[in-house]
T-cell receptor, first 113, second 116 residues
């Protein structure tokens, strides 16, 4: 069955550290890929998405993600995190011929000042 | 603001009771998705409706049901509530597909259900 894996369940960083959160999907066909962020006590918000074209996608708040087809990966990066980036991050994949997204289990990021 | 609205924001009820959660999708979106989020189970997809018809089912219990009305708002009905049903319930909407692929889902603010 198709799935999305986020291997980092909990990441703890200090402010100004660089961030990379892993996301891998298991599907051989064309995919749409998404990163959502959920701040404490809030709902999921779209951070960025990849449909086609340039595999390096820039999102809001300085986040970016790179789609590497050969590795089935869509890792999220930020060069310098802030305390306000403390949140849970979800990777999701949309497959061909379905309008349902498959979500990963999420990565909880804690940033300390 | 995603444009998706959910009511109520909080709901406290007792075991064995029945509740209804309501969701209004973004203007123009035909698809509505329901998710349950709890600390131990994470984000679980429950059910999807598209233009009034059930499109996909996930980990939805038989005690739970949903429907989408002609004006495209959706309701999730939870009955015979148990302590374990306490969770955040999110609704999301999307246009459906774009070039045959799943389009972006936009999430509502959620309903926090507490079963005592």
């Amino acid at each position: 069955a198709q799935s999305v894996s986020q291997h980092n369940h909990h990441v703890i960083l200090s402010e100004a550290a660089s961030l990379e959160l892993g996301c891998n999907y298991s599907y051989g066909g064309t995919v749409n890929l998404f990163w959502y962020v959920q701040y404490p006590g809030q709902h999921l918000q779209l951070l960025l998405k990849y449909f086609s074209g340039d595999p390096l996608v820039k999102g809001i708040k300085g986040f970016e993600a790179e789609f590497i087809k050969s590795k089935f990966s869509f890792n999220l990066r930020k060069p310098s995190v802030q305390w306000s980036d403390t949140a849970e991050y979800f990777c999701a994949a949309g497959l061909y011929n379905t309008d349902k997204l498959i979500f990963g289990t999420g990565t909880r990021l804690q940033v300390f000042p | 603001d995603s444009g998706v609205t959910q009511t109520p924001k909080h709901l406290i009820t007792a075991t064995g009771q029945r509740v209804t959660l309501r969701c209004s999708p973004r203007s123009g979106d035909l698809s509505v998705y329901w998710y349950q989020q709890s600390l131990d189970q994470g984000l679980q997809f429950l059910i999807q409706y598209y233009n009034g018809e059930e499109r996909a089912k996930g980990n939805i219990l038989e005690r739970f049901s949903a429907q989408q009305f002609p004006d495209l708002h959706s309701e999730l009905n939870l009955s015979s509530l148990e302590l374990g049903d306490s969770a955040l319930y999110f609704c999301a909407s999307s246009a459906g597909t774009i070039l045959g692929m799943a389009d972006t889902q936009y999430f509502g603010p959620g309903t926090r259900l507490t079963v005592l």
